[in-house]
């Protein structure tokens, strides 16, 4: 398999970390690519039409998208414990994920406003907008950090990648001030193997 990503995108970074999690890192070769909403990537459109990574293309050289669809076609692909439940706390997990996601599309969003727009385009209002969703994300997942622990799941390395989303581009945020419970369960996850291989760049 190969995954068409790049080292700063938070969503490859959760595929990455699954596979990484699920011993699936040996089959996946890793393919770095540049891409910005503003600048043609012929080859990533050519496989997704978005023009947005990460893309896998599946041994059988299927392309697929995006960071959510290939984490759950990689959790079909090993042995272990799903990090994905087949139970009734899918939900929950599903959720917390989907929050995580949010949370980097909101932040990515903010970091295109004032990296790839002109100074005289860029809208304080919209990039007020933007991190309003990630200042109302982090409270959500500050009430509910209970749920961060426990074997591995998606919903961890969605948030913990999220998290090191902020600290990479939004390091003046200082998320971790006014969000105790998640600071200490970045600080765990955070020296786990998987994320220190994927740290972003
Ligand atoms: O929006 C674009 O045209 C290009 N942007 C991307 O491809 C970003 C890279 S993170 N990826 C996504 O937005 C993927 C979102 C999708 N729903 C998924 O895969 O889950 C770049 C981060 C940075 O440079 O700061």
């Given amino acids: 398999m ?19 999690e699920t011993g699936l890192l040996a089959r996946i070769e890793l393919l770095d690519t540049a891409v910005l909403p503003t600048t043609l990537n012929e080859r990533v459109n050519a ?3 978005l023009g947005k990574i990460p893309v896998l293309l599946s041994d059988g050289g299927e392309a697929l998208y995006d960071s959510r669809v290939i984490c759950e076609y990689l959790d079909t692909l090993h042995d ?16 917390l994920a989907a929050l995580a996601d949010g949370l980097m599309d909101a932040a990515l969003l ?14 304080q209002a919209w990039l007020e907008g933007q991190l309003g969703k990630v ?26 990648c999220a998290l090191g989303y902020l600290d990479f581009r939004f390091a003046d945020l200082d998320w971790r001030a006014a969000h105790p419970a998640l600071s200490r369960f970045q600080q765990a996850f955070a020296q786990r193997p998987s994320m220190l291989a994927s740290a972003p760049a």
Avoid: C, H, M
């Fill in 2 to 20: 190969q995954l068409i990503y790049a080292a700063a995108s938070p969503f490859a970074r959760k595929v990455r970390v699954l596979a990484f």
């Fill in 110 to 123: 903010a970091r295109y406003e004032k990296a790839v727009r002109q100074a005289e385009q860029q809208s």
């Fill in 47 to 49: 496989l997704n039409p």
């Fill in 80 to 95: 272990g414990a799903r990090l994905l439940p087949q139970d009734d706390t899918r939900w929950p997990v599903l959720r």
């Fill in 135 to 160: 200042q109302r994300a982090l409270a959500e997942l500050e009430r509910q950090a209970d749920r961060l622990q426990g074997p591995v799941d998606l919903a961890q390395i969605g948030v913990a």
